[in-house]
């Protein structure tokens, strides 16, 4: 499978949280060659494929909205104020790009006072939210006719290729869990699994994990595996708080995560020899996977990651493999259930 | 469009060449000579058998930017600026060496980030290009200390006259000198494509020397804050006003007799122009009215919002007239005097 | 505008979890107009007219901000925790009240640094002398709140607790005033909103509703050097695009915002970046539930003197009830 290009796909189309319907079309056409499609009242994009029987019902599931903007408010000159939707890094977002999704698509740059007129001791301190605003280039008249507040803005950033194998471009977060999701529907494809697989493209995690939330209550899953990004290693981030990139898909274990299901990604990685590095969670975590965890009953359920570099910012980081490696552990480890018998580790029934 | 094609080439000072290579090929065949002088600077000379009033027109083709500086370790890339403003590198796409790499400037995820990280800006010390080595030895493969680090920014119109670029400082100068430099235009005329002049007005040192005109106009792209929030005295330009003509900077007091003999010629023409409200910044022009036994000097500029940065703005129309005032006041009587 | 109603709502004492009083004032309002009327576990109202459409869930919360007391000290002063979102600078110097009537005027210690100030420095004082007597009026795990009396003045509405018993108000006039309803309706006064949105979570879970909409209030970003928001008092009805709890679902927006320009009636957007509502609860029930909200532009809110316009509380009432007769 081409991961760039599934990548620049879905980096074409904007996807903020509650916003995600364009995304939902490009997965739709994508997934229905594998699954049955359907979108939940809320908004969750779910992929049903069937397996022969007497399986588990497992729940995949990851996020498909990306950090963004909303208009608050339009100004003289045609600049416009915003309000942040996800946790924003206000120190880096200067100097960039936009488009204001509007009645028309509006360009725009988020701009800045210039440092002369700007005092020593206002320089050691971050610009916020507030003082910043989109310029558009438009008169207020103008911008009025295109741009309301409640329109979308997404940054602009293609992906681009580093070095190394690696990716760099902005929501990677969460679209390589998303092609990790994909990556293993595609390896499952001509593959009679016993066990009946929801592919669940989630809304609204970067607000409050809202949308695993609901799409958990319908699907009641057996186990559950939620697909999300973990913190990439780089220059001031340490060992015990973060994973290398290539190093393969980290496998999460902690309280929350179920003991047996941890032991057994491990197996099945160790069987076909599939890289993977391990995540120690203390917290609950602020991913998809909480919501899963504690659905109706109690779900079998584990979080897998991708290591990203610089998460949530336009310059994220990812490494190819580990998107495909991370597919390669799903679907293998769906086929391991199927010979599992009780006392096994990937059993499942109490 | 020229600008475009100019703007979209790398000048990092004393990396000069994409821009200069550019321009010679604009104005081979319509100028009378062209040479690149020792440090890098392109003079042309156009009408150089006219007797009369001798002008010389000069903009810099050198941009802000980067250099690498050191390789660590983990293979990314320390490394110093010229007058680019720290708090917007965070997140930042570079272009790194001649072969210009990709390369980004990433930072802490928020999520980890401590309160007092938060109330912080990111130090330019601390900061980092990765272009994807894990290794030292990987990076340096495709990168040498000293290389040059451009910013990544595509030419975009937008808004309903504004143009999005980087270097916009100063290849709207080079562009805007070009241009006259095609027209049929009476004077004996020098153009001068400076190097250097982000870091210290070098190469007009240079290309001062020597140079017998009668009046230098210097064309810039300058400071613009007329954005929300800034007061009304601290806007220095309005963007889409016109041109703007310097009063004073640091480097140079400009001679009023000229700063009035041209506005009397955008008056007349009805062409819109503006003061550059401000007595921050210098330009080449501080090189060239000491230079021999002085050269008065017209700096005119367009005006650009977050210049220095990648994604500086400006407006087509006061390019338009930029070009359209000094071309008729080449053509007015006010030089003959 | 049943002003007399208004005034009796603000004024009755409603902490979160002790929202007794609101419930028996609401119901002799309401018990008329509707096909039932119950207290469920957590102390909601609700409240259901039958309809032969959609089933919609309204929700407007009874609760209000306050403090309870912790502890009593020998000289008879009181030491409390807080209920809700409240901030020492603004309960600096303020009265109290409790239900039974009890004034208590909450101050600081003495401090070196009068900005250092906070709620652990702060006690109520009832004027009693030592503990004995202070216990004649008040025991400990008594909740009390603003004690402030709800005004008009000229268009303005002045009282505590407009956060969020106007939005009780709006609903109760929507009700009386609502001819053809397009749904199957479920008015729900809620419980415990300012603690997290408990009330509504549970009422939302029994009702199963397809829709959601509440109504609370918002900031009006029209005082001096305030951030620029959409909203302000006088600009008519609000229609929430989102807040800390919710996206509001383009559904319910485009409904509301298609309804006020049907009825010609004045509405704007509110955007609000901290705190949430009722329907932030809601649109997470089960499957998930489309929801709006519909807020009136207040200043000053968690204080005494919460400050509306009644000229939109009018708009928010008759786009409710436009938008309660028109279906989705």
Redesign the interface.
């Given at each position: 499978m081409d991961i760039k290009e599934f990548l620049k796909e879905v980096n074409a189309v904007p996807h903020v949280s509650g916003y995600e319907n364009e995304l939902t079309d490009v997965l739709t056409s994508k997934f229905s060659k594998y699954a049955e499609v359907s979108v939940d009242k809320f908004g969750n994009l779910v992929a049903h494929k069937k397996g022969t029987g007497n399986g588990p019902k497992v729940m995949l599931c990851a996020h498909m909205d990306e950090i963004g903007m909303m208009v608050s408010a339009l100004c003289e000159n045609g600049f416009v104020k915003f309000t942040n939707i996800g946790g924003i890094d206000k120190r880096n977002i200067l100097a960039q790009e936009v488009t204001i999704h509007g009645r028309e698509k509006v360009f725009g740059v988020i701009g800045i006072k210039p440092p002369h007129l700007t005092s020593s001791a206002d320089m050691k301190k971050p610009v916020s939210f507030y003082d910043m605003a989109i310029d558009t280039g438009y008169s207020q008249e103008k911008l009025e006719k295109l741009v309301r507040p409640g329109d979308i803005i997404t940054f602009n950033q293609d992906i681009a290729e580093l070095k190394g194998g690696k990716i760099t471009g902005k929501a990677l977060d969460n679209s390589v869990g998303v092609a990790a999701m994909y990556c293993a529907m595609k390896n499952l494809a001509h593959y009679n699994h016993n066990a009946d697989i929801y592919f669940v493209a989630s809304a609204q995690e970067e607000v409050g994990l809202r949308g695993a939330k609901t799409a958990t209550y319908n699907i009641k899953p057996d186990i559950g595996i939620a697909i999300d990004v973990t913190f990439g290693r780089a220059s001031g981030l340490g060992e015990h708080e973060s994973s290398e990139l290539g190093k393969g898909p980290s496998i999460a274990v902690g309280p929350g995560q179920t003991r047996k299901l941890f032991n057994a990604l491990k197996k099945v990685a160790g069987n076909n020899n599939i890289p993977y590095q391990v995540d120690v969670i203390a917290q609950g975590g602020g991913a998809d996977f909480y919501e899963i965890q504690i659905g109706e009953g109690g779900v079998i359920s584990i979080l897998l990651s991708i290591p990203l570099k610089y998460m949530h910012s336009t310059v994220e980081t990812a490494a190819i493999s580990d998107i495909e490696n991370c597919g390669k552990l799903i679907s293998d480890y769906i086929i391991s259930l199927q010979g599992a018998e009780e006392g096994e580790e990937c059993y499942w029934k109490n | 469009m020229l600008l475009e094609k100019l703007t979209s080439a790398c000048g990092l000072p004393g990396f000069e060449d994409e821009v200069r290579d550019i321009i010679k090929a604009e104005l081979e065949g319509i100028v009378d000579s062209i040479k690149v002088d020792r440090i890098g600077n392109l003079i042309v000379t156009k009408n150089s058998q006219a007797s009369g009033t001798h002008i010389a027109l000069s903009a810099h083709m050198d941009e802000v930017g980067l250099c690498v500086k050191s390789i660590n370790a983990d293979g990314t890339i320390k490394f110093v600026s010229w007058g680019v403003d720290q708090r917007l590198l965070p997140s930042m796409r570079l272009l790194v060496g001649e072969k210009k790499i990709p390369g980004v400037i990433g930072t802490k995820p928020i999520h980890l980030q401590s309160e007092a990280d938060r109330g912080s800006v990111y130090d330019i010390n601390s900061m980092f290009i990765d272009i994807g080595c894990n290794k030292k030895e990987e990076t340096e493969k495709h990168v040498s200390l000293g290389d040059f680090i451009a910013f990544e920014s595509k030419f975009t119109e937008f808004g309903e006259s504004k143009i999005k670029a980087k270097a916009l400082d100063d290849r709207v100068g080079c562009a805007a000198i070009i241009e006259i430099l095609k027209m049929d235009l009476p004077y004996k005329m020098t153009g001068i494509f400076c190097v250097q002049e982000e870091v210290g007005l070098r190469g007009s040192a240079v290309a001062a020397k020597g140079l017998h005109a009668d009046l230098v106009i210097n064309f810039e792209g300058t400071i613009c804050a007329d954005t929300e929030g800034v007061p009304v005295h601290e806007h220095v330009t309005t963007s889409g006003a016109g041109p703007c003509l310097s009063l004073m900077d640091r480097s140079s007091i400009y001679n009023k007799k000229y700063i009035e003999s041209i506005v009397a010629v955008a008056e007349k023409n009805k062409i819109p122009y503006q003061y550059r409200r401000t007595a921050m910044g210098g330009t080449d022009a501080g090189s060239y009215h000491t230079a021999g036994a002085g050269i008065p000097c017209i700096g005119i500029a367009v005006p650009c919002r977050y210049i220095h940065s990648p994604v500086s703005v400006m407006d087509k129309n006061d390019y338009e007239n930029l070009v359209k005032l000094v071309a008729q006041y080449l053509k007015s009587e006010a030089l003959t005097k | 505008m049943n002003k007399e109603l208004l005034k009796k709502l603000c004024a009755v004492n409603g902490v979160s979890g002790h929202e007794g009083p609101v419930i028996d004032v609401i119901r002799d309002e309401i018990k008329d107009l509707v096909d039932s009327c119950t207290v469920d576990a957590m102390g909601n109202l609700i409240a259901h007219k039958k309809g032969a459409g959609k089933k919609m869930m309204l929700a407007g919360h009874m609760d209000q901000i306050g403090l309870m007391i912790t502890f009593i000290s020998d000289e008879g002063f009181l030491h409390f925790g807080t209920i809700g979102g409240m901030s020492p600078t603004i309960c600096y110097g303020t009265r109290f009240v409790f239900p039974n009537g009890t004034i208590g005027v909450c101050y600081t210690e003495r401090l070196d640094d009068p900005k250092a100030i906070t709620f652990d420095k702060m006690y109520l004082d009832i004027g009693a002398k030592d503990k004995e007597d202070a216990e004649k009026y008040v025991k400990i795990g008594d909740v009390c709140t603003f004690a402030a009396e709800p005004t008009v003045n000229g268009g303005a509405f002045i009282s505590p607790a407009i956060d969020d018993r106007m939005g009780c108000f709006i609903m109760i006039e929507a009700l009386k005033k609502l001819k053809n309803p397009a749904y199957d309706l479920y008015f729900v006064f809620t419980s415990q909103e300012e603690v997290g949105l408990r009330g509504a979570k549970t009422a939302a879970f029994a009702i199963e509703p397809d829709y959601g909409l509440s109504f609370d209030v918002t900031i009006s970003a029209d005082t001096p050097k305030s951030?620029?928001?959409?909203s302000k008092m006088y600009g008519g009805a609000a229609i929430k695009?989102?807040d800390a709890?919710?996206?509001c679902h383009p559904t319910m927006?485009n409904h509301l915002e298609k309804c006020a320009k049907d009825a010609n009636i004045k509405y704007q957007?509110e955007?609000l970046?901290a705190g949430g509502t009722d329907s932030g609860a809601i649109?997470?029930n089960?499957?998930?539930?489309?929801s709006g909200v519909i807020s009136i532009a207040s200043r000053y809110i968690h204080s005494p003197n919460e400050m509306c316009a009644l000229s939109d509380v009018e708009d928010c009432i008759n786009l409710t009830v436009k938008a309660l007769e028109t279906a989705i």
């Open positions: - | - | 951030r620029k928001f959409p695009l989102k709890s919710l996206l927006i957007f955007i970046e649109h997470v089960k499957g998930g539930v489309p």
